[in-house]
T-cell receptor, first 113, second 115 residues
Framework: DVKVTQSSRYLVKRTGEKVFLECVQD?????MFWYRQDPGLGLRLIYF???????EKGDIPEGYSVSREKKERFSLILESASTNQTSMYLC????????????FGPGTRLTVT | AQSVTQPDIHITVSEGASLELRCNYS??????LFWYVQSPGQGLQLLLK??????LVQGIKGFEAEFKRSQSSFNLRKPSVHWSDAAEYFC?????????????FGTGTRLKVLA
């Protein structure tokens, strides 16, 4: 089974802090994604990566950056956390040959105070 | 623009009753279609998917969905709901535009099951 893990289930940070959210997948998938989930808005794509060192902006990239130095790991970075970034963050991975199916991690609920 | 609509934000059903969750999409061609379930505090789990062929697809946990091209719909059904089905359900489409892969989610339907 594909396994996607995220470094923290719950995280509390202060405004202005730099925040790192880590995601690791164990199936050698080329594609990885970061989503943000908010009530009534569903999942919105922040960034995605087709392969190592490659990244593309999603629908809401402002205030975020990403890093993919190794195939299995995709990091989301909040350069200066703000209260409006309080949300649930979901990581996903995908094998491009697998007809678009994505595999999701358990999520990180981030609270910025 | 491509979009996915789940018109019901909340649905409440009694245990043992049948269930139908609605999903409509807007896209020029037939996309790849998915239903995911999210239990409280958890990530998303794939229930079923449609790519081509038989328009009635079976998934896990007794769920099924029917693709209707004429209505641009992909509604999720279950004949008899169990209390453990209480969760949030997301419809999603996978498509490629301008060479870029995209995955668009609906806003979700939260299911409550009455004992």
């Amino acid at each position: 089974d594909v396994k996607v893990t995220q470094s923290s289930r719950y995280l509390v940070k202060r405004t202005g802090e730099k925040v790192f959210l880590e995601c690791v997948q164990d199936m050698d998938h080329e594609n990885m994604f970061w989503y943000r989930q908010d009530p009534g808005l569903g999942l919105r794509l922040i960034y995605f990566s087709y392969d190592v060192k490659m990244k593309e902006k999603g629908d809401i990239p402002e205030g975020y950056s990403v890093s993919r130095e190794k195939k299995e790991r995709f990091s989301l970075i909040l350069e200066s956390a703000s209260t409006n970034q309080t949300s649930m963050y979901l990581c996903a991975s995908r094998d491009p040959a697998d007809f678009y199916e994505q595999y999701f991690g358990p999520g990180t609920r981030l609270t910025v105070t | 623009a491509q979009s996915v609509t789940q018109p019901d934000i909340h649905i409440t059903v009694s245990e043992g009753a049948s269930l139908e969750l609605r999903c409509n999409y807007s896209y020029g061609a037939t996309p790849y279609l998915f239903w995911y379930v999210q239990s409280p505090g958890q990530g998303l789990q794939l229930l079923l998917k449609y790519f081509s062929g038989d328009t009635l697809v079976q998934g896990i946990k007794g769920f099924e969905a029917e693709f209707k091209r004429s209505q641009s719909s992909f509604n999720l059904r279950k004949p008899s709901v169990h209390w453990s089905d209480a969760a949030e359900y997301f419809c999603a489409v996978g498509l490629t535009t301008s060479g870029t892969y995209k995955y668009i989610f609906g806003t979700g339907t939260r299911l409550k099951v009455l004992a």
